[in-house]
T-cell receptor, first 115, second 115 residues
Framework: AQSVTQLGSHVSVSEGALVLLRCNYS??????LFWYVQYPNQGLQLLLK??????LVKGINGFEAEFKKSETSFHLTKPSAHMSDAAEYFC?????????????FGKGTKLSVIP | DTEVTQTPKHLVMGMTNKKSLKCEQH?????MYWYKQKAKKPPELMFV???????INESVPSRFSPECPNSSLLNLHLHALQPEDSALYLC??????????????FGPGTRLTVL
């Protein structure tokens, strides 16, 4: 079984401040991890993914995430928030082998950026 | 072309109507998915097609009927829906469903309202 916990359903940051969105996962096998962003009334867009090649993963729009096996975490960061970053962010986990089609999402974190 | 398209963008239907949602991708992906997303919730998997065959049905009521006419197209036929079926319906595709490291590409969704 696999699961994802996103700490904080709503995070507010000032424009130009550090963005930190937290994600912890649980998986009985080595996981594949993803961060998706969803703008209002739109589909999900992939920000970045971890597939075991490198623990620090760089994505689009200046976001990056670090896979920490010891902490079972995959937190998303961005050094300086822009107004355009305001959206819903989902962390997701999948796996190899049986059930690999299953993309298990966290409950999401809504990011607000204050001017 | 890294896009998944969905039509229509919005759909309003009565409980006795029959309608269809359409999804298309031209990335050569062999796995396609239907998700249902309620407000402020993560997407919930409904169906998985792998190589044009239905491989996963997540106990979805029979009033939802998926169809995969070819490797690029995915339809969702709707009949006798209930108001609680109102949601954003998302289509996604990936290279295949048997490798968890393949990210899923999402379409913009169809906003369905059942009266």
């Amino acid at each position: 079984a696999q699961s994802v916990t996103q700490l904080g359903s709503h995070v507010s940051v000032s424009e130009g401040a550090l963005v930190l969105l937290r994600c912890n996962y649980s998986s009985s096998v080595p996981p594949y991890l993803f961060w998706y962003v969803q703008y209002p009334n739109q589909g999900l867009q992939l920000l970045l993914k971890y597939t075991s090649a490198a623990t620090l993963v760089k994505g689009i729009n200046g976001f990056e995430a670090e896979f920490k096996k010891s902490e079972t975490s995959f937190h998303l960061t961005k050094p300086s928030a822009h107004m355009s970053d305001a959206a819903e962010y989902f962390c997701a986990v999948s796996r190899s082998g049986a059930g690999s089609y299953q993309l298990t999402f966290g409950k999401g974190t809504k990011l607000s950026v204050i001017p | 072309d890294t896009e998944v398209t969905q039509t229509p963008k919005h759909l309003v239907m009565g409980m006795t109507n029959k309608k269809s949602l359409k999804c298309e991708q031209h990335m050569g992906h062999r796995a396609m998915y239907w998700y249902k997303q309620k407000a402020k919730k993560p997407p919930e998997l409904m169906f998985v097609y792998s190589y044009e065959k239905l491989s996963i049905n997540e106990s979805v009521p029979s009033r939802f009927s998926p169809e995969c006419p070819n490797s690029s197209l995915l339809n969702l036929h709707l009949h006798a829906l209930q108001p609680e079926d109102s949601a954003l319906y998302l289509c996604a595709s990936s290279q295949d469903s048997g490798a968890g490291f393949n990210e899923q590409f999402f379409g913009p969704g169809t906003r369905l309202t059942v009266l």
